[in-house]
Nanobody, 121 residues
Framework: QVQLEESGGGSVQAGGSLRLSCAASGIIFSMNVMGWYRQGPGKQRELVARITPGGSTSYADSVKGRFTISRDNGKSTIYLQMNSLKPEDTALYYC???????????????WGQGTQVTVSS
């Protein structure tokens, strides 16, 4: 059974930092594209950052230069380091795992339960 467990969310003032973690089990971690998505109040879900098995990364334009995604294959865990946080970063953040054999559609993979990030001004 696939399990993705996010942690590290919380409340922070604008300009602050948080680091999110997602621990995965029930998958061959090294064969999965891993991603962070978020959904704010009244907004659609959006891709925040993604990392391939080979370590290539991509980011939403809105977070480039502020957020960093990384993976630790030994711990089957991905991280999202979030710096210079803005109120518009407020959202529920979800971890996603998608086996690399699939074309990239995160809904073909697995989702975590989400962790809340709230940024106040």
């Amino acid at each position: 059974q696939v399990q993705l467990e996010e942690s590290g969310g919380g409340s922070v003032q604008a300009g602050g930092s948080l680091r999110l973690s997602c621990a995965a089990s029930g998958i061959i971690f090294s064969m999965n594209v891993m991603g962070w998505y978020r959904q704010g109040p009244g907004k659609q879900r959006e891709l925040v950052a993604r990392i391939t098995p080979g370590g290539s990364t991509s980011y939403a334009d809105s977070v480039k230069g502020r957020f960093t995604i990384s993976r630790d294959n030994g711990k089957s865990t991905i991280y999202l380091q979030m710096n210079s946080l803005k109120p518009e970063d407020t959202a529920l953040y979800y971890c996603n795992a998608l086996h690399m054999r699939y074309h990239y559609d995160p809904d073909l993979g697995s989702w975590g339960q989400g962790t809340q990030v709230t940024v106040s001004s």
